[in-house]
């Protein structure tokens, strides 16, 4: 049976405690906690405080960190900006693993210019790479590599691109974005899961549509086929609720929200526990 979550960020006014409160409440069985959850980020990065509201919340374990990427770019032309980012992504597997996460998720970074990316980009893209499997290696931590939406310059923005590095890096796992997949299009979507399907280990679900991105899933019959047909093929690890509290056309406080996930999350279980 997989894990279903929701990223701590859609909590994001919220403090930690009350963000897995609400988590909890919501029906959630994992959690995808972002370092970059301002309670958390703008408090020093409180890590015995998570470690003790994590044992109060055992009924969200196993569950996931996201890397921080606020104002990162691994890939950037500007080295100094390229080795921050690079160093927060170090310290994130440092932390996850301190705090017993099972899965981390990583963004590849863009090319700097909005232009398509050249040979030193995808160059940038691999040393972070490296970088990354070094600080990965001996821990007991799986990372996954996110796809992004298909902007002019998006690194890794299609099916065959990802099956590219994940077939020249064994270690390195797969974060299927359905909105960002959704972006480019329904067969990309579909194609993201027969070329990879056995290197998924987390699903961020949520739509998309012409002008925005992590909208409701239970509301686009695209979610609906991708993941019927996730479903079908025997997933079975972490769908995670990734939702954009700036899409839902009003501000909601907690208990609203609460409510929300717990309606999203019941509509993802009826496609997987049929």
Known sequence: MPHYSVSSMFFHEYKVEKIFDCVSKAGCTSIEFWLETPDFWLNGLPEKKLRNVLTGHKNLIPFTVHSPVLDLNPCSVNPDIAEVSIQSAEKAIEMSEAIGAQIITIHPGRRTAKRKPGERDFQRLENYLKRIKTAQDKKNIMVAIENMQPKINSLL??????????EEN??????????????ASEKDSFRYIDLL?????????????????HTLPHSDENV???????SDC????????????????RRYNHLEKTEIISNEINFIKNMFEK
Do not use: C, M
């Open 197 to 213: 399907f056995d290197r998924i280990i987390n699903v961020h679900v949520s739509g998309a549509n012409q002008n925005k991105t």
């Open 224 to 230: 609906k086929k991708i993941l019927t047909y996730l």
């Open 234 to 249: 025997g997933y079975n690890r972490h769908l995670t609720l990734e939702l954009e509290d700036l899409n839902l056309g």
């Open 170 to 183: 064994n270690w390195l796992y797969f974060t299927l974005d359905i909105a960002h997949a959704l972006k």
């Open 157 to 166: 923005s299609t099916p065959e691109s990802l099956s590219k590095l994940l």
